[in-house]
Structures are given as C-alpha cells and as structure tokens.
C-alpha cells in the first residue's frame, strides 16, 4: 500500500511539474496576459480542470513554488537554535542563495531575467505577489504569536513578521530592478543581495529610533 501511495504521489507530482513548465514556456513566449489557461491545458495534453486541480488559479502556475519557500522559511523560523532571535533566524535564512540566485550559469540568469520581466509586464502577477507576502506575514505573526503567548489583541507580533516580510519583499524588488537595468551577472547579484539582507537585518536588529533623522535645525 505504502510503494502504490508513493507511486501516485510521483506521478501527480511529475504532472503538475510538467504543467508548470509547459505554462512557463508559454507565458516566457507570449507574455503571462495573453496565454489563457484553456491554452497551457491543451499544451501540457491534459484537461482544462486537471490544471485546475493542480492549480487554483492561473497566477499559480508562476508562483507554484513558493508554497515550498513559505514552508521553508516558517521551518527556520520555528526551528532555530535556543536563544537565536527570530530576527538571526530569519535574517540567516533570507541571506542564503537559493533557485536562479544559487546558480553561477549564462542559462539561469537568463532565466531569472526573464522571469523577472514577465512579472513586472503583468499587473495580475504583482498582485499575486503581494497576496503572497501577506500570507507569508500572517504565518508568521501567527507563529510568533503562538511562541510567546501572545493576546490576539497584541500588535507585536504583526510589526515583527510585517518588518520581516518587508525585508524579503524588499530584496525580491531589488533583484528585480538590478535584472532589468543591466542584468548582472547571478554570482555578482547573489553577493549584493546577501550585502543588502544583512544591512536590512541589522537595522531592524538595532531598532529604527535614528534611521532617516532630520538634518540639524529642520523644521
């Protein structure tokens, strides 16, 4: 029973696997807006309702890893070492290279490139985006709130995972404006990007009191 369960899970998993390449090819080709999902199910030879089945939504079909991302990142948070601040922890696991950015080939930075391209084109997927980090901002102010025991009515919580997702949306934007301005090379990029993670942890670290003052005499 166990060896059939596993063949099954494979399977779905090879589907949806080449569902999502199929789609990628095709929104890379003609733009995420102009590929309708009717279209990626004829494609890929499967049904339109088993894409669906797969996919909830068509924005899915771009942003389908990231459940494994989000999952990841609550892991590190929950499981970090006695006495590391869920700060380190989560300032640790952005500053890690990871997909396109842990790569050093000419194939994957233009892949992130074009990833990157076809995101900013295409309103839909900048907010999916968005629906994407709040989710992310309520898993993990939900988290905190179990750890310290936390009233429902306590805002701490929802700053600090606010502040956190800030910083990985933050970094998200950063890659993308570096790709579209030049398109760097992924190793050089990798590097500024773990730069930039780790001044945005230690500012958040070292609290905001002084960040952005006014000049002498303002006002």
Request: charge should be negative.
């Given at each position: 029973m166990d060896v059939e369960i596993g063949l099954r899970e494979r399977k779905k998993q090879k589907t949806r696997t080449h569902i999502a390449e199929t789609a990628r090819r095709l929104f890379v080709d003609r733009g995420f807006d102009a590929v309708s999902v009717a279209e990626v199910a004829r494609a890929a030879e499967v049904a339109e309702a088993t894409v669906f089945n797969y996919f909830p939504t068509k924005e899915d079909l771009v942003y389908y890893g990231m459940e494994a991302f989000e999952a990841e990142l609550l892991r590190a948070i929950s499981e970090r070492p006695p006495g590391?601040?869920?700060?380190d922890a989560f300032g640790r696991f952005v500053g890690e290279p990871r997909g396109f950015l842990a790569a050093e080939d000419q194939a994957s930075r233009?892949?992130?490139?074009t990833a990157s391209r076809m995101i900013a084109a295409s309103p839909a997927l900048v907010a999916r985006e968005r629906q994407i980090l709040a989710r992310y901002t309520d898993a993990i102010a939900a988290l905190l709130r179990q750890e310290t025991g936390a009233d429902r009515r306590d805002v701490r919580p929802w700053v600090v995972a606010n502040a956190l997702v800030g910083v990985h949306g933050s970094l998200i934007d950063y890659v993308r404006r570096r790709l579209l301005d030049g398109?760097?090379?992924v190793r050089r990029l990798a590097r500024?990007?773990?730069?930039?993670s780790l001044q945005a942890i230690e500012l958040l670290r070292e609290g905001l009191g002084d960040y952005a003052s006014g000049p002498e005499g303002s006002g």
């Open positions: 590391e601040s869920v700060i233009d892949a992130l490139l398109s760097p090379d500024d990007v773990r730069r930039e």
